[in-house]
């Protein structure tokens, strides 16, 4: 390929699709609509307003549910857009992320966005808004989009020419609304397939929450403080012994635990560091009322955490699992609540002193058991999901880029069963 297909998405003017001269986005499409347009509605209308968490991931899609008045934001730094423009996140990570929207059900009919979205209006005679939603998601566009990045850091942007130089491969509009429609089914029947397997995740943990609440709500289940039932540990990190050490992180609401990369002594710093073995219940002294508390696996086992990281385990007779049960619980979530008091902000520090001094229900051996067998259960469950998930999005998003650089003959794709097959062979290599 030349420096000038390079720099210009791959594609030159003298290139040809069979006799079909290549064209480019820029002939399809254009940039930034002028918020002019909303002139006709007056200064106090409600328009909606599209910050970047309000774009989706993957396939997109837009949360109308803020707007602002018109006169807040026609004048501020936002990016204009009204129905059936295309919202294309510009800025690392959020483009890599997929986050795109089309404008659809605005109020008033009219939106403004992050100033680090590309708002893209096609031309409705040349290509199909849905298509192009597609083809913003192939991995095709992605990688042109990604060389055209320019800045430094975390702060690198697709330019306008790294949208408006890329080639589409499919040019005639009628057969884009074919594909689009094919993608369409397609990306719905994956869809549902992802949100079956969300679900068995969301059963399990309402199994956990079940069996905590019978001990939570049984009177004969004694309360004892936690100071009795439960022990802090802390296992001294030495780095002379072990080198480099992987760090803890603890994610909200029960997301689990995420690691850090590995560091040496002088990257830790002068922190008290505290070795993590499996069945380990962590909480995060900053977090821990926001449900930022972890039950610790085998594949912690050796990690690290720092002090702001309190760690304790379940005397003789109490089940640490249980007890992360329990903090998952609605009781267990306000008992942190109640002690992270007395601070501004989200920062709030966990008091393990006041929380050894709650009482909390102790249930029997075999209950215990029972919640215990819930927790792992769902965490098994986690595992597989996620494998399969992950292999569902590559699957899907390498059908998208195959069905738009017309890589398939998507007249005979369902005929032969070919989504199905692909999809059970992902249920048995995962066995989820």
Known sequence: MSNESAQHGGCTGSEVRGAEPMMRLRHMVRLGPSPVEARALSPMDEVTFAPMDALADGLGGLDTSQTKPLNEVMNG???YF???????????????????????RLSNGVGFATSEVHVIRPDYKKIDVQFLRFLL????????????????????????NGVLNYCPKITDPDTQKIIADFLNHETAHIDQLIEKKKELISVAAKRIESLVDKAISDRNVPRIRLEHIARRVQRHARLSEHGEL???????RGRGIFKKPAADEEDMGVSNFYFIKA???????QFSWEGAVALASEDEEGCVVSHRYPVFLGRPGVNTAY??????????????NEASRGSA????????????KEKIPLPNDDLQRAIEQAIFFERELKRKTSTSLTLYSEYRFALITAAVTGQIDIATWNNRGQTDRNLDAIEQATQA
């Open 323 to 336: 007890l992360f049960g329990f903090f998952r619980s609605g009781f267990g979530d306000f008992l942190l």
């Open 246 to 252: 992987v760090r803890l992180g603890i994610y909200n």
């Open 345 to 356: 902000g989200r920062n709030r520090p966990l008091n393990t002193w006041r929380l050894g």
């Open 77 to 79: 730094s936002y990016n």
């Open 279 to 285: 069945g380990d219940l962590i909480l995060s002294g």
């Open 137 to 160: 998601c192939s991995e095709d566009f992605r990688a042109e989009g990604m060389k055209s990045m320019t800045g430094a850091g975390g702060l690198r942007r697709v330019s306008e």
């Open 82 to 104: 009204s129905e059936g423009d295309l919202l294309l996140a510009k800025v690392t990570p959020c483009f890599e992320n997929g986050k795109k929207a089309i404008g659809e």
